[in-house]
């Protein structure tokens, strides 16, 4: 089986995965199971593990990596992909088994019915509420949502989600362009510096099924320190190149990568 | 003061002599040498100049010598760092670029010669 686009706004999920055979053969089915037809590509971070052979057994196709490159790296792979091979929407669903593949079709339905170019499925109201035993993770949000609010212009209540579609206007600057180590708030602000519109619609989330987060305590005081840095010059990055050209114009690229 | 010039002179001749035996053993590359090889060089013709460093120690108003001189190779060396760290972060985004592009060819081939695995 190819991944090719079939008609009109077909849509891909991607699977970024790097030591995740325990959760993404299950991860794929489950997916493949709730959007049935859907194309899967899960993309291999160069796991040391079985990841790829448990990708492949459960029937995605895998775009493996020859080096490890973090997260950003690897989804932008699978974006500059997607692009090439003409999908009109991305979902990306991690490959821990944290999202639930039956929100994917919401995501979609938004991204179509919204014109948004991103859309967050996001922890809000009881499901954030669940999480609330996370602190560390809860505080890291809601620190990113205070700083976010004045530079994009709107509320978001779950920045830090993965659980992300996009349709195939943020594909081609993302694969343009994408931040590489903490992806997910960062392209945010990219997307805003070219007045693209976001939405989000809540989601569940579950407990990673296998493996540990990327993110420990440990280096948390080294992610709220990037991002904020990432996030302060792609507002700088986007100001400059406007001012050099000399128009409002929203095109041009940003972010790593 | 003297015994810290000639201290000086004496590391920068043996960077010099490092960097140079480095690109002559292929380990380093010769144009990232220049800029090593420039700051060595200007660092030593400094130590040996005392009356340029004098020159240089009263247009900055500095209180002593030693102090001008370690002013001044923190600051050569400081901009030898920066241009190692331009060179880095382009190296890392030609080779993240270099990687993707590798993954998405492979994925193309298997595609093409269908050897699904």
Same mark, same amino acid.
């Given at each position: ?9 077909p849509?891909l ?22 959007v049935p037809g859907?194309?899967v ?7 040391q593990?079985?990841t ?15 080096h490890?490159?973090g ?13 090439e091979?003409?999908?009109g ?6 490959g821990?088994?944290?999202h ?5 079709? @919401?995501?979609l339905?938004k ?8 859309v967050?499925?996001?922890?809000m ?7 609330r035993g ?31 579609g ?7 600057l ?6 590489l180590?903490?992806?997910?708030i960062?392209?945010l602000?990219?997307?805003? @510096? @070219?007045?693209f ?6 989601c569940?989330?579950?407990p990673?099924?296998?493996g540990?987060?990327?993110?420990t ?18 507002i700088? @990055? ?16 940003g972010?790593?990568? | 003061?003297d015994r ?10 043996l960077l010099?002599v490092?960097?140079? %035996? ?15 090889? %420039? ?9 040996l100049?005392?009356? %340029?460093?004098?020159y ?14 370690? !002013? ?7 901009? %030898?760092?920066?241009?190692f760290?331009?060179?880095i972060?382009r !190296? ?5 670029? !270099?990687?993707?592009?590798?993954a ?14």
């Amino acid at each position: 089986m190819t991944t090719r686009a079939r008609g009109p706004g077909p849509l891909l999920v991607i699977v970024p995965a790097y030591n995740e055979e325990g959760a993404v053969g299950a991860v794929v089915r489950e997916v493949k199971e709730q959007v049935p037809g859907v194309a899967v590509l899960v993309i291999d971070d160069c796991s040391q593990d079985a990841t790829v052979a448990k990708a492949r057994e459960a029937g995605a196709e895998v775009l493996a990596l020859p080096h490890h490159l973090g997260l950003g790296g690897a989804v932008q792979a699978g974006y500059k992909l997607a692009f090439e091979l003409g999908f009109g929407y991305v979902i990306r669903v991690d490959g821990d088994g944290q999202h639930d593949a039956r929100d994917i079709p @919401r995501i979609l339905a938004k991204l179509k019915e919204s014109g948004a170019e991103m859309v967050i499925g996001a922890r809000m109201g009881r499901e954030r509420e669940q999480w609330r035993g996370r602190r560390l993770r809860a505080l890291g949000t809601y620190f990113f949502r205070m700083v976010l609010r004045p530079i994009l212009g709107k509320p978001v209540h779950d920045p830090t989600s993965g659980f992300v579609g996009v349709n195939r206007r943020a594909l081609a600057l993302f694969a343009a362009s994408f931040p590489l180590e903490y992806p997910e708030i960062e392209a945010l602000v990219v997307l805003q @510096r @070219r007045n693209f519109r976001f939405e989000e619609v809540p989601c569940q989330m579950r407990p990673r099924k296998t493996g540990r987060s990327s993110i420990t305590a440990l280096k948390s005081f080294s992610y709220i320190t990037h991002v904020l840095l990432g996030v302060f010059v792609n507002i700088l @990055r986007y100001d400059g190149r406007r001012r050099r050209r000399g128009s409002g114009s929203s095109a041009g690229t940003g972010g790593g990568g | 003061m003297d015994r810290l010039l000639h201290v000086s002179a004496g590391v920068c001749l043996l960077l010099l002599v490092m960097v140079m %035996v480095s690109v002559r053993r292929s380990h380093i590359r010769v144009e990232y040498s220049v800029t090593w090889l %420039v700051a060595a060089a200007a660092m030593l013709a400094l130590s040996l100049a005392r009356p %340029v460093l004098e020159y240089i120690r009263r247009l900055l108003g500095l209180p002593d010598t030693p102090l001008a001189v370690f !002013l001044l190779g923190s600051a050569v060396f400081l901009v %030898v760092f920066f241009r190692f760290t331009l060179i880095i972060s382009r !190296l890392r985004d030609d080779n993240v670029a !270099l990687a993707q592009r590798v993954a998405i060819l492979e994925y193309h081939l298997r595609s093409l010669t269908g050897h699904e695995s």
